[in-house]
């Protein structure tokens, strides 16, 4: 299907759309290859972010890029907040609640910034699309008459909030486990983001969940019912709005956007070529929640019990100082031992290079959402180890549709050991009836990730969907909007 070919057969005005993601790189990136697609289209997008988030987002590709305005809105100063932390990678643990305070001070900027575009008819927007917390951005569109569309967390993690204990008579056969059956530890970790109590910014996050739903038209979702068939058909009824699947924004093959000689040329890369095909387990845990330094020890004795080879993205672990070649966070003699077995490394790496390689494997990943599409996009089955948000209902779903294998968890505490670990990438990795069967599922959802004509039609029916209502006020004329239709 080409892109640039609009779904009518009669020339239509191109639509004016503004995307504002939340401030972390997993939400800022998928959101780019949005914007891109629709700017590929013909139609004009705005990208807001913070001037710094900007400056280290990858490169428009030629075809969307004169369509695609970046629109810088500065990060207000707050006191303790560090002055060059504008993306959740970039806040402490313990400065969460101040980033929060800045974020919300990004409301003036927006609205300076909607105020001009809404002043001119030549600028002013069809469609605002603000992300889940975005309750200010969500005002500024009922303020000035522009629909607003919510983007929405995954299929799996509201079929599993909505379904609190006090609505079990409610679920029906078929539907998605309740939330009593979430691990205790996942529970307790979701239970701050309920309340107001010790949040400096005045707000929890439900709240702002809450601000930005009631002011939206619709909801839209980066998932589709081929995803996530058990999940996706309850959410519109669950949420209360109609919801418009966007597919799955996979990356395309150049998404690293760095030469293919230079990624060819990394270190990491030069060893997987030494590599027998299908041998290693890459290990990547994602940069927003570290490990501790307890856990990181159990993960690297886990793979060194395993004795599979390994290439891990090792990130500094919450509350330690780290050297330069990063032996100061890993057990002692480590390296040493799984020398020739294993690579670690604390440095960048070309993530779509590596799984794209012949001589992995496998994935050991902390299931968020982003590289659980990469990952899949090359059907790697998946050794998981989730850490914090999304990512536990992520990796129940793909456990439950045989992708892999999670490593075994404390259910009080979240706790795992070097045991639990090496048992779950020798069952991944070591050849036999267990690594067939996630071989064989990993390659069922790589058939729905990977089916490019199916997702580029999610974005069509998506500029279907928003020039229905941007003609008709509603969509009582357009296409459904409660399916994948």
């Known amino acids: 299907m080409d892109p640039a070919v609009f779904s009518s057969s009669s020339p239509q005005e191109p639509l004016r759309i503004v995307i504002v993601p939340w401030l972390a790189f997993g939400h800022l990136l998928p959101y780019l290859e949005l914007a891109e697609r629709l700017a590929s289209r013909g139609h004009r997008v705005s990208y807001a972010s913070t001037p710094r988030n900007l400056a280290r987002l990858p490169p428009l590709r030629p075809a969307a890029a004169p369509r695609v305005d970046l629109v810088a809105l500065p990060l207000p100063r707050?006191?303790?907040?560090?002055?060059?932390?504008?993306?959740?990678?970039?806040?402490?643990?313990d400065q969460r609640e101040l980033h929060w305070m800045a974020f919300d001070g990004l409301a003036a900027p927006f609205a300076e910034f909607m105020a001009v575009a809404c002043a001119d008819v030549d600028t002013r927007p069809h469609w605002i699309i603000a992300d889940s917390f975005h309750h200010w951005v969500a005002a500024s569109a009922v303020e000035h008459k522009v629909p607003c569309a919510l983007l929405l967390p995954t299929a799996a993690v509201l079929a599993m909030s909505v379904q609190l204990p006090e609505h079990a008579a409610d679920h029906?056969?078929?539907?998605?486990?309740?939330?009593?059956?979430?691990?205790?530890?996942?529970?307790?970790?979701?239970?701050?983001?309920?309340t107001t109590d010790g949040k400096a910014s005045g707000m929890s996050t439900l709240q702002r969940w809450t601000l930005t739903k009631e002011r939206c038209a619709l909801g839209l979702i980066r998932s589709c019912v081929e995803w996530e068939p058990e999940s996706f058909p309850v959410v519109p009824t669950r949420?209360?709005?109609?919801?418009?699947?966007?597919?799955?924004?996979?990356?395309?093959?150049?998404?690293?956007?760095?030469a293919a000689s230079t990624n060819r040329e990394h270190a990491a890369v030069r060893w997987l070529e030494t590599q027998p095909p299908g041998s290693v387990v890459y290990v990547a845990l994602g940069s927003e929640v570290p490990l501790?330094?307890?856990?990181?020890?159990?993960?690297?004795?886990?793979?060194?019990?395993?004795g599979t080879r390994f290439l891990w993205a090792l990130r500094k672990p919450s509350g330690a100082a780290v050297l330069d070649d990063g032996a100061d966070m890993l057990p002692p003699g480590f390296q040493e031992r799984t020398r020739g077995q294993g690579v670690v490394t604390t440095g960048w790496l070309p993530q779509m290079s590596i799984l794209a390689h012949?001589?992995?494997?496998?994935?050991?990943?902390?299931?968020?959402?982003?590289s659980l599409i990469e990952g899949l996009l090359f059907g790697h089955p998946l050794v998981m180890l989730p850490i914090f948000g999304d990512q536990g209902p992520n990796a129940r779903q793909m456990e439950m549709k045989k992708v892999g294998l999670q490593v075994a968890r404390d259910?009080?505490?979240?706790?795992?050991?070097?045991?639990?670990v090496a048992t779950a990438v020798e069952a991944v990795m070591l050849d036999g009836e267990a690594r067939r069967g996630f071989v064989a599922g990993a390659a069922k959802m790589q058939e729905v990730v990977a089916d490019t004509e199916r997702q580029e039609g999610y974005i069509d029916q998506l500029v279907q969907h928003l020039r229905s209502y941007t003609v008709h006020?509603?969509?009582?004329?357009?296409?459904?909007?409660s399916s994948s239709s």
Do not use: K, W
């Not at 012949?358 to 982003?370: D, I, S």
């Open 78 to 93: 707050v006191d303790g907040l560090p002055e060059d932390a504008e993306s959740t990678n970039d806040v402490p643990d």
């Open 172 to 194: 029906a056969e078929g539907e998605p486990a309740a939330a009593d059956s979430v691990p205790r530890y996942e529970r307790e970790a979701l239970a701050p983001s309920l």
């Open 239 to 258: 949420i209360g709005m109609p919801v418009v699947p966007l597919g799955l924004l996979p990356p395309p093959p150049d998404s690293g956007r760095r």
């Open 292 to 306: 501790r330094v307890e856990q990181v020890h159990e993960l690297a004795l886990g793979l060194e019990l395993a």
């Open 358 to 370: 012949a001589a992995v494997g496998g994935f050991l990943t902390h299931c968020g959402r982003n």
């Open 411 to 420: 259910e009080s505490d979240g706790s795992f050991d070097r045991h639990g």
């Open 473 to 481: 006020g509603d969509f009582t004329s357009g296409p459904p909007t």
